[in-house]
């Protein structure tokens, strides 16, 4: 078959390809190839189409033949890079990447990827390396910009996210994101009135974003301007077109509003219809915040009945989180306060048996030990459950949690002053889990 020929189907199979006719394009690369064996760009684009497909068997072979035609084409180790990551060889799909940069292949979609592994993996630092890289060789990229800012916040870097969220605006303009985070940002370090400015500055760029307006909300409900929070809720419901997550959020901030005025009712209700949009998407998913927070609302109510309903729902969750955690301690704790010890007793073991489990795997998991000390406590555990609270105090000194579980602790044990200057620890240091130990101990008496 004449070279020309060989050009032909293969510039033809590239036409089907653009018009994302994968599977018709292939006959078309197969008789390229009868044509001119060694023409390496054909192999490419045939492994891409398989991978288009899903095809990663095909794919992988088409890439390899490509190595054996020139052992140092870096677009190809890129490519058997990427189909090597998705049949779950990371590691050679990393070195495969390596070889790619080795070989003169640097374009910023290989150290995006590599970055996104890192991050899975938890490791920040060499993810944050290699979202600059992508970002040295295209500053246009607004996704690797937004994980970068992403893992600066988690890692308590305020600064330089939002020096790097200016970068973004100006390298970015019309991607809404950085002007988001940026309000985000000034929100948290309670900069209202920046925040406010950032926010009515998107608003006017982006006037039909749901996510300006419900920036709006959150902030007046900073400034707690209650009544107006929710008319700008009520306001995006009436005018603006929202779809199941965004009935979702607005759910979620109007649960807020009422936790913040203390409208136990109020919050309950939204919390409510928060799980229930959850349940009812096209695949149901337990939205675990709300599931838990309601745990806490109906605790401080003494609708035992509903900890349990909630805590059931979270134990059925496959992965363990705070929510999950916290349920395997809720549930038999409202059995206790419903009488129902012979239920409730065989359940608190079988709680700090899995509890003691999440921290054997993840020893950070601070929140697994709180529940399980308070667990032995209900089981009379009272000396086991003072040591692991020393453990609390000497990795964490600076807990709150601690402070306030060995308070309850000495005081079962008759030691009042010292449960006292416990307790004063406690609130000088505050905590997200104080409100609920503090429900525990009113439900208590």
């Given at each position: 078959?004449?070279?020309?020929?060989s050009?032909e189907?293969?510039?033809?199979?590239?036409?089907?390809?653009?018009?994302?006719?994968?599977?018709?394009?292939?006959?078309?690369f197969?008789?390229a190839?009868?044509?001119?064996?060694?023409n390496?760009d054909?192999?490419l684009?045939?492994g891409?189409?398989?991978?288009n497909?899903?095809?990663?068997?095909?794919?992988?072979?088409?890439?390899?033949?490509?190595?054996?035609?020139?052992r140092?084409?870096?677009?190809?180790c890129?490519?058997?890079?990427n189909?090597?990551?998705?049949?779950?060889?990371?590691?050679?799909g990393?070195?495969?990447?390596?070889?790619?940069?080795?070989?003169?292949y640097?374009?910023a979609?290989i150290?995006?990827?590599?970055?996104?592994?890192?991050?899975?993996?938890?490791?920040d630092e060499?993810?944050?390396?290699?979202?600059?890289?992508a970002?040295d060789?295209d500053?246009?990229?607004p996704?690797?910009?937004v994980?970068?800012?992403n893992?600066l916040?988690?890692?308590?870097?305020?600064?330089?996210?939002?020096?790097?969220?200016d970068?973004?605006?100006?390298?970015?303009?019309?991607?809404?994101?950085g002007?988001h985070?940026?309000?985000?940002?000034l929100?948290?370090a309670?900069?209202?009135?920046?925040a406010?400015d950032?926010l009515?500055?998107?608003?006017?760029?982006f006037p039909?974003?749901v996510?300006?307006s419900?920036d709006m909300?959150?902030?007046?409900?900073?400034?707690?301007?209650?009544?107006?929070?929710?008319?700008?809720?009520d306001e995006?419901?009436?005018?603006?077109?929202i779809?199941?997550?965004?009935?979702?959020d607005?759910?979620?901030q109007?649960?807020?509003i009422?936790?913040?005025?203390?409208d136990m009712?109020?919050?309950?209700?939204?919390?409510?219809?928060?799980?229930?949009?959850?349940?009812s998407q096209e695949?149901?998913t337990?939205?675990?915040?709300?599931?838990?927070?309601?745990?806490?609302?109906?605790?401080g109510?003494?609708n035992y009945?509903?900890?349990?309903?909630?805590?059931q729902?979270l134990?059925?969750?496959?992965?363990t989180d705070?929510?999950?955690?916290?349920?395997?301690?809720f549930?038999?704790?409202?059995?206790h306060?419903?009488?129902?010890?012979d239920?409730?007793?065989?359940?608190?073991?079988?709680?700090v048996?899995?509890?003691r489990?999440?921290s054997?795997?993840?020893?950070?998991?601070?929140?697994?030990y709180?529940?399980?000390?308070?667990c032995?406590r209900?089981?009379?555990?009272?000396?086991?459950?003072m040591e692991?609270?020393?453990?609390?105090?000497?990795v964490?000194?600076?807990?709150?949690?601690?402070?306030?579980?060995?308070a309850v602790?000495?005081?079962?044990?008759?030691?009042?002053?010292?449960a006292?200057?416990?307790?004063k620890?406690?609130?000088?240091?505050?905590g997200?889990m104080?409100?609920?130990?503090?429900?525990?101990?009113?439900?208590?008496?």
């Open positions: 078959m004449e070279n020309a020929d050009q189907y293969f510039s033809q199979g590239k036409v089907l390809m653009g018009q994302e006719k994968y599977e018709q394009a292939i006959p078309y197969d008789k190839i009868e044509g001119d064996k060694m390496i054909i192999y684009a045939k891409v189409a398989y991978a497909q899903e095809r990663l068997d095909g794919a992988k072979e088409c890439f390899e033949k490509a190595l054996k035609i020139n140092k084409d870096g677009l190809a890129f490519h058997l890079g189909v090597l990551i998705l049949q779950g060889e990371k590691n050679k990393i070195e495969q990447y390596n070889q790619a940069i080795a070989y003169g640097d374009d979609q150290y995006f990827t590599l970055a996104l592994m890192y991050e899975e993996d938890g490791n060499l993810a944050l390396r290699n979202y600059n890289k970002l060789k500053p246009m990229r996704d690797a910009r994980r970068k800012i893992i916040i988690r890692h308590n870097q305020p600064q330089e996210a939002m020096q790097a969220v970068e973004m605006i100006l390298a970015c303009p019309d991607v809404f994101e002007y985070l940026r309000f985000l940002l929100q948290a309670g900069r209202l009135e920046e406010a950032t009515q500055g998107a608003m006017k760029l039909k974003d996510g300006f419900m909300a959150s902030l007046l409900l900073s400034r707690k301007e209650y009544d107006k929070a929710m008319n700008c809720l995006i419901e009436k005018n603006m077109e779809d199941i997550i965004e009935q979702h607005i759910a979620m109007r649960a807020k009422c936790a913040e005025q203390s009712e109020g919050t309950i209700k939204y919390l409510e219809q928060v799980k229930r949009i959850a349940l695949h149901p337990l939205d675990r915040e709300a599931a838990y927070l309601l745990m806490n609302c109906y605790l109510n003494s009945e509903k900890v349990i309903e909630n805590a729902l134990k059925k969750e496959e992965e705070v929510f999950v955690t916290a349920a395997y301690y549930e038999p704790f409202a059995l306060n419903l009488e129902k010890d239920l409730a007793m065989p359940m608190y073991k079988e709680a048996s899995f509890l489990n999440v054997l795997k993840d020893p950070s998991n601070i929140d697994s709180v529940f399980r000390i308070m032995l209900d089981l009379k555990q009272l000396d086991k459950a692991l609270s020393d453990y609390l105090v000497a964490q000194d600076g807990l709150a949690e601690a402070h306030t579980i060995r602790l000495l005081e079962d044990m008759g030691k009042h002053n010292e006292v200057e416990e307790q620890k406690a609130e000088a240091i505050g997200a104080m409100d609920v130990l503090s429900s525990i101990q009113k439900q208590e008496g």
